[in-house]
């Protein structure tokens, strides 16, 4: 008999819809329940796309036996932590507090009734293996403890509910400095692994956060070294195995040092920033692989990945068939029978088919061996060519992967922050690559932000099966706003920046901290949980507050409205001590710093939408990290902040703060300028 999950719209919590388990999702019901029975509860918090949650699903959650053990002694919470990231922060750091470790998924842990953990874990196997105990014996000695240890629980929950605060108390604000940034650079490029690119060894995450702000130096502070430490991370990835060669767009991370063994799960927060930082770093390193890498993860993001009434879907599945990675791993004698034979030569050299195989010893997993410009090179083919041929052939595997396999599942939640992190992708690589098609595919996700998700004055976090639910964190109002002013710079609607200045106001409302500076998780009027996180450090993505911080300080600039800069600087300053102390995690913080230190040049060009064309050309050509810039057709709404006297033809100004420089009438002049201006000294 399908349990209480059936009646939920997220698809995790529908594939555990038929356990055994008694599943409740995170509700009053629930907690009042153990509560009442005096019963610990099992919080399971995971998302669909999670091959170990799948895992441990199949071993236990599906067992008739341990389902009864479960349902004997515990109230059972199911939680997807995609719709709810609150209380997924604060059971992570949890975990980190009572382990000495970081978490992951599946998050297993056991609550008292107050909601305060007691013990954590991760993925536990039905039988002993791993280091780990059979999860059967865990669930009795944790109801053994329950009953037994209660006053020894009692003082540890104390404990951890006092270091919860204090992890989460404001510290004192502080005036950003240059030494930040400028130990932050210094600690990256130690760690940067000089054959294989990234930071650290395996497994490897993109950490486009740190990538960007390394690239956004090298020009602003003309640091050649930071610079090429990105080209050769972004060059390897791009050739690795973490990028789907057939498909376009990027796995979550690499299982080894080299790219070469993905994780498998496809997810919307990784591919929007690479998308953008891609078609950035194209601008600095004209290079065809960038090109080809941002041109294929934007088919792939509209092929498979957006929704017909606009919305950009979660993430795709690790497994397939109850496999992870059988839907893109090859066995080679099936993949040179689907090619003609002209082209399997190419496709062995170009993707190494000689060697063994990479993936478990017995198939393959595609990445880049040999260049195709070598490979062309060596057989005397011309290079326009080779590429056509090795185009040809990716073209039919993509299609023989698609028509031949059973394609992974795709979580088709949209949420609200994610959204706004592939809306700015779009918008950017639409904007760099003169690609319109791109642009409109933002424009219609935010608009269905903006119809579906945006109720009353109010962002809600996620929507599936024709609901919005959840009321907006931090994360989602802060991303959706840089997304909105990404898609501003690349095609000014009106409607987009009332939106983006309706964000910014909800911001301010309902997230800041009007004492200590800088913005909490959750919204003021949020229902009460064991602690209100407040986090400054980037993760996975950038932090919410970082994102928010850069974002009002960019429309506090272009508006001309002081309390947007105001709250951007109380931003930085709430998380400048913590940085200083040590800056790994805060790259997006150092990003806003250096605006906040050295105001962004903005750029307005006013006039005729018809006479645009060349200027919004120009200014597409150009990576200007330290400027926003947007075109305003003179026919659209605008406020008037950004509406300028130009006689019924284009002028375009320039401003530094509050200072802006006259006019100019002509594209050329303005685009000599405004780069005079961006390329100022930065902050040494």
């Not at 490029?189 to 130096?217: M, S, T, V, Y």
């Not at 791109?438 to 998700?453: K, P």
């Amino acid at each position: 008999m399908p349990n209480r999950l059936s009646n939920e719209t997220s698809p995790y919590l529908q594939q555990h819809a038929n356990n055994p388990v008694d599943w409740w999702p995170w509700c009053d019901e629930a907690l009042d329940t153990a509560r009442r029975e005096d019963r610990p509860i099992l919080l399971s918090i995971g998302y669909s796309a999670c091959h170990w949650c799948h895992v441990m699903a199949h071993e236990s959650f599906e067992d008739r036996a341990i389902a009864d053990l479960m349902n004997r002694d515990f109230v059972n919470i199911k939680v997807d932590r995609e719709e709810r990231p609150d209380l997924d922060h604060i059971y992570q750091l949890a975990h980190q507090m009572l382990n000495g470790r970081a978490g992951g998924w599946p998050l297993t842990v056991f609550l008292a009734p107050d909601g305060t953990p007691f013990y954590c874990g991760t993925y536990f196997p039905r039988e002993s293996r791993y280091g780990l105990p059979a999860f059967a014996d865990l669930l009795a000695r944790v109801a053994a403890a329950w009953r037994g240890q209660r006053e020894a629980l009692e003082g540890q929950n104390r404990e951890l509910r006092e270091a919860l605060d204090r992890h989460n108390r404001a510290a004192v604000p502080e005036k950003p400095t240059a030494r930040i940034p400028q130990a932050l650079r210094k600690h990256l490029l130690a760690a940067h692994d000089e054959r294989w690119g990234g930071f650290g060894a395996a497994p490897k995450f993109p950490h486009a956060a740190d990538l960007d702000f390394l690239l956004r130096r090298s020009v602003s502070h003309k640091d050649e070294f930071a610079r090429k430490a990105v080209i050769h991370t972004l060059e390897h990835m791009a050739s690795g195995g973490i990028f789907d060669q057939l498909g376009g767009g990027f796995f979550r991370y690499s299982t080894d040092e080299r790219w070469e063994i993905p994780h498998f799960e496809k997810m919307l927060y990784d591919n929007g920033p690479l998308l953008a930082l891609y078609a950035d770093a194209f601008l600095l390193d004209a290079r065809p692989l960038f090109c080809d890498v941002v041109e294929r993860t934007a088919r792939w993001v509209l092929r498979e990945m957006q929704a017909e009434d606009g919305g950009y879907f979660a993430a795709l599945d690790a497994d397939s068939e109850g496999e992870e990675g059988a839907f893109y791993v090859w066995d080679v004698d099936l993949l040179r029978a689907a090619l003609p034979p002209e082209q399997v030569a190419m496709v062995d050299a170009h993707y190494g088919l000689e060697e063994p195989p990479n993936f478990e010893q017995r198939a393959w997993h595609l990445r880049v061996r040999t260049p195709v410009d070598e490979i062309a090179r060596s057989i005397g083919l011309g290079l326009d060519a080779a590429r056509d041929r090795i185009d040809a052939a990716r073209q039919r595997l993509l299609e023989v992967r698609a028509t031949t396999r059973t394609p992974p599942g795709r979580d088709e939640k949209v949420l609200a922050a994610w959204n706004g992190m592939m809306v700015r992708g779009m918008a950017r690589a639409g904007q760099v690559m003169r690609r319109g098609e791109w642009i409109e595919s933002a424009q219609r996700a935010i608009t269905f932000a903006r119809d579906r998700m945006w109720h009353e004055g109010r962002l809600l976090a996620c929507y599936k099966d024709g609901q919005a639910r959840f009321s907006g964190r931090l994360d989602d109002y802060a991303f959706l706003l840089d997304g909105t002013l990404a898609a501003l710079q690349a095609e000014y609607r009106g409607e987009d920046m009332d939106f983006a200045m309706a964000l910014a106001e909800g911001l301010l409302e309902r997230f800041e901290d009007r004492e200590h500076g800088g913005f909490l998780f959750t919204a003021h009027d949020h229902e009460p949980l064991l602690t209100r996180p407040r986090e400054g450090r980037d993760g996975a993505m950038a932090a919410g507050n970082s994102v928010a911080a850069l974002s009002l300080l960019r429309l506090g600039h272009l508006s001309g409205d002081s309390r947007f800069v105001g709250a951007g600087e109380r931003a930085v300053e709430a998380w400048s001590a913590a940085a200083d102390q040590s800056p790994e995690g805060f790259s997006s913080l150092m990003v806003a710093a250096e605006e906040m230190l050295l105001p962004p040049v903005s750029a307005v060009v006013y006039g005729p939408g018809a006479s645009m064309g060349g200027w919004q050309e120009a200014l597409a050509g150009l990576y200007l990290p330290h400027a926003i810039s947007v075109c305003v057709p003179e026919e659209a709404e605008a406020p008037e902040c950004l509406r300028r006297r130009g006689q019924h033809r284009v002028n375009g100004w320039v401003c530094w703060g509050v200072e802006c420089l006259p006019p100019a009438n002509r594209a050329d002049d303005f685009i000599r300028i405004l780069s005079e201006m961006v390329n100022a000294p930065g902050i040494s």
